[in-house]
């Protein structure tokens, strides 16, 4: 059984998908990791993310240490991992690792549930389950802000949000596999629901 979980920055995505794969005892994949990993390195070789070329190169480097790194969920991060991804070289090079882990997950897990922007519409469209969770700009922004909060009193709210709707519109407007909700997806509106409820309403969707 496959789960695609695809939404907008800061949805709850990650947080949703994690609690689903526990529960139900499947694999877990946050996709975003795969191209926060690709920009990291990026910046790190000093190249551009929007050079496509260096981007490709480092999609198809890419180690399993790299997505281990404690340094990858920046806002910096986020912005290169948002330019590679829309890079078709770098979406190309990193499906087959999706798809093998949704088809064939870990541990022999009887399941898997993926995390992205196009998992629903382009790296697994048979799912047995989509869900698209979405949530408004402000209530995201704040979610993200009092996470940056803990680890940086100084952040600024209007950064936050002009930073995340900065990323989703490039996200949303890409030419190869754009943030949208596959025909047959299930939206999920979470802004006025904390993370038990929007739990107890996936597992109500995944159930039935
Ligand atoms: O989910 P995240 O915020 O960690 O993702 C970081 C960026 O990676 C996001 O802005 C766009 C890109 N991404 C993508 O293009 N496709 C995915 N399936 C997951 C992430």
Known sequence: MII??????????????RRIARDLGFAYLDTGLL??????????AGADPEDAEAAEAEARALEPGDLERPDLRTDAVAQAA?????VPGVRA???AFQRTFAGHPPEGAKGAVLDGRDIGTVVCPDADVKLFVTASDEVRAQRRFKELQESDPDVIYARVLEEMRERDA???????????????????????????????????????
């Open 4 to 17: 695609a979980i695809d939404g907008p920055a800061a949805a709850g995505k990650g947080t949703l998908a």
């Open 93 to 95: 090079a990193l499906l």
């Open 82 to 86: 948002s330019k590679v991804s829309a």
């Open 170 to 208: 490039r996200d949303r407007s890409r030419a190869v596999a754009p943030l949208e909700p596959a025909e047959d997806a299930i939206l999920l509106d979470t802004s006025d629901l904390n993370a038990d409820e929007v739990f107890a309403k996936a597992l109500d969707i995944i159930k039935k």
């Open 35 to 44: 191209y926060r990993a690709t920009g990291k390195r990026v910046l790190e």
